[in-house]
């Protein structure tokens, strides 16, 4: 079947692109776990789904067993286990009596002359950052926190691209124990402060623009305006891009990047405890502000440790690297790179400029054993004829990642083709909610196209039926039946939890519920189909309409608005915009293009849809909800008595409209994209 869209069953014989070595399996830290484990549990050896099923069903003790494995940096007792009538499914009160950090973990022990990070940019050659470097800069940007009256608990956060100062800013607030957050310098203003100041952060870290696609776009004037509608705001941190000097004007103390990192010292580690937060990520805000999701610094330990040690095999001296950007949970599962020894590689800049092949001719460059990327780029290499295997030395490549939307089967075939025959292609699929994925790479299991090689360990993950029937080779809602470390400890500004339940467990009470479609199959893989709800995801970057209606509302001649983001069975992803228009108004290309540009200006140009619709009416629920998820089905082929109920909806006439338009569009995406069988 296919990997994309929505379809109904799995073929349980599906194609073997490849196989790790007998070799190259035993060389794995998954395969030296497995062993310690059924070793000490007197479990069968060699049998995957056995030691899932114990990792599932052993709670703590499979956590402070990867503890043990890695060797964590920690004080106090990892058998003392949290009360789950307390906690239920979330993150909180883990492992009650152990201390920690974040930051320690990252930098332990490394070679001090060996590269920490190397940072990529569009105008020039890769820098490297010594581990003792790195070291030396995080101890002293914490150090200049505590002087600034930072405190375990306060929030730093950052408006900036992927540089080397934004995880040196990171590590710095971890160090302290106080708690992290960061916006991509791409998105305007009125995003930066729906997410800032919600979190009343302390410091602000922010770059003065970016180079993009060979432009520099120049933050100033966006940093002044935040800094003036943050009140909290002591400290603004400004690290130079694009001017030579500290061009900021505010009433707030500004002092430059290199004055708060001049005096490079050891760093002191505040060990906290387990559930401490560490970092704030934000939900898509598809309904009201975004949501403060808040991990902690245990959980993300230990779960990062096991996503990369063990599930991706990240090495210790191998050089990682993940085109992200700040606003992905990708950019904090990279510099997890650290946790487990590797060098993680940063790009600031564009991936198709000067062409296409950027990002692979990025790979070669920097020898990067693991290249991750989104399905999207993949798709695009392979639209755009491209041949890296051919044309570049990726001989250190042992794996290629992948995530954040669905890929069609092709795009798994043109990896063996055109990129390696010999390389892992791995799809780790989760989510910001948990910044993990629940299913993805196991380096002892074949891979066959379309799907992700296992669940991971730990997470009970499980594909629902509407009846809460868990259902095996057959579509359904990725849901997790049992906590694991990494899940929020709670969201911000949410002091009796209702927000955190209403996001997770209002559709089976108890049991979390991503909002994903997947299927586990017989085999014990997956297969991730697309978003269930209406989070817009598109080239792997989430976002929610909240955004968009935001800006669109601005144009007083849009009388309303319903944005989508559809995965079709072509495996095209299409996000149209759907208008209906003030009296006398006509959508004419001046207004399609101020609509655009407002959206791109006070979101990002990724919010600006594929295309812009007027519509007869737009759909809504009596009590005022736009119908997005039913319009999403409708247009993606669901029956409409299986797509909405018609009896709630305020103009049950404008449904009909919404039905045509999907057959008719997947009549032409079949005919131009080639649908998928
Ligand atoms: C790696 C991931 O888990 C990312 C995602 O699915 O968005």
Not at 320 to 349: K, P, Q, R
Not at 359 to 385: C, D, H, N
């Amino acid at each position: 079947m296919a990997s994309s869209g929505v379809s109904e069953a799995d073929e349980p014989d599906a194609e073997v692109l490849w196989a790790p070595s007998a070799e190259r399996a035993a060389s794995t830290a998954m395969a030296r776990y497995a062993q310690w484990i059924a070793h000490r549990e007197g479990l069968p050896a060699d049998d995957f789904e056995t030691l899932w099923r114990w990792s599932v069903e052993t709670g703590s003790g499979f956590w402070a067993s990867l503890a043990e494995f890695f060797d964590v940096s920690a004080e106090g007792d990892w058998s003392v286990e949290r009360d789950p009538d307390v906690t239920g499914l979330s993150g909180a009160g883990w492992f009650p009596q152990v201390r920690l950090n974040y930051a320690e973990q990252a930098l332990r022990g490394r070679d001090a002359h060996g590269p920490a990070l190397v940072q990529l940019s569009e105008s020039n050659e890769p820098v490297d950052v010594s581990w003792a470097e790195l070291r030396g800069q995080v101890g002293s940007f914490a150090s200049q926190l505590r002087r600034w009256g930072v405190r375990p608990g306060d929030r730093v956060v950052g408006y900036l691209p992927n540089l080397a100062e934004t995880v040196v800013a990171l590590l710095g607030t971890a160090a302290v124990g106080a708690v992290w957050a960061c916006c991509a310098p791409d998105y305007g203003i009125d995003a930066v402060v729906d997410r800032l100041a919600q979190i009343e952060p302390k410091v602000l870290v922010a770059a003065d623009g970016y180079r993009f696609g060979g432009k520099d776009v120049d933050r100033v004037s966006a940093i002044e305006e935040i800094a003036a509608r943050l009140p909290s705001l002591e400290k603004l941190v400004v690290v130079p891009r694009v001017h030579d000097s500290v061009a900021v004007t505010t009433d707030v103390e500004t002092i430059a990047w290199a004055d708060a990192v001049a005096e490079p010292a050891e760093p002191v580690f505040e060990r906290v405890p387990f559930d401490h937060p560490l970092w704030i990520l934000y939900s898509s805000g598809t309904t009201g502000l975004p949501k403060g999701i808040v991990h902690s610094q245990g959980g993300i330990v230990l779960e990062h440790l096991k996503w990369l040690g063990l599930h991706d095999d990240v090495r210790p001296g191998d050089r990682f690297f993940w085109f992200t950007s700040t606003a992905w949970m990708v950019w904090n599962a990279s510099i997890a790179g650290l946790l487990v020894g590797a060098t993680v590689v940063l790009y600031d800049g564009a991936p198709n400029r000067p062409g296409p092949g950027r990002l692979w001719e990025l790979a070669a460059q920097v020898r990067a054993t693991q290249f991750g990327t989104s399905a999207g780029y993949l798709t695009a290499s392979e639209k755009a004829g491209l041949t890296p295997g051919a044309d570049l030395d990726l001989s250190a490549l042992r794996a290629v990642l992948y995530s954040g939307s669905v890929l069609p089967v092709e795009g798994w075939r043109w990896v063996y083709s055109a990129v390696k025959f010999d390389v892992w292609l791995d799809a780790p699929c989760g989510g910001t909610d948990v910044c993990t994925p629940y299913v993805g790479g196991n380096p002892l299991a074949p891979v066959h196209a379309g799907e992700m090689q296992c669940r991971f360990l730990g997470t009970r993950v499980e594909s629902w039926d509407a009846e809460g029937q868990h259902a095996t080779d057959r579509v359904g809602e990725l849901v997790v039946t049992t906590a694991i470390p990494s899940m929020p400890v709670r969201f911000w500004n949410d002091p009796d939890g209702h927000r955190f339940q209403e996001a997770y467990f209002e559709i089976y009470p108890g049991v979390w519920r991503h909002g994903d479609w997947i299927t586990i199959t017989s085999r014990g893989t997956a297969i991730v189909h697309g978003r269930s709800d209406s989070t817009i995801n598109r080239h792997g970057v989430r976002m929610g309409s909240a955004d968009i209606y935001a800006a669109v509302d601005r144009i007083p001649e849009v009388a309303d608005s319903l944005v989508i983001g559809a995965e079709l069975d072509s495996g095209r992803y299409w996000m149209p915009l759907f208008v209906t228009l003030a009296e006398g108004a006509e959508l004419d290309d001046a207004l399609e293009a101020r609509i655009a540009r407002e959206i791109r200006e006070n979101c990002s140009a990724r919010h600006v849809p594929d295309e812009i619709l007027v519509a007869p009416a737009i759909p809504h629920t009596l009590t005022g909800k736009r119908l997005e998820v039913p319009v999403k089905r409708l247009l993606q082929g669901f029956e409409p008595s299986r797509a909405v109920n018609a009896g709630v909806v305020d103009s049950p006439e404008a449904l009909d409209w919404f039905t045509e338009l999907g057959e008719r569009r997947r009549k032409v995406d079949d005919t131009t994209v080639g649908g998928q069988p």
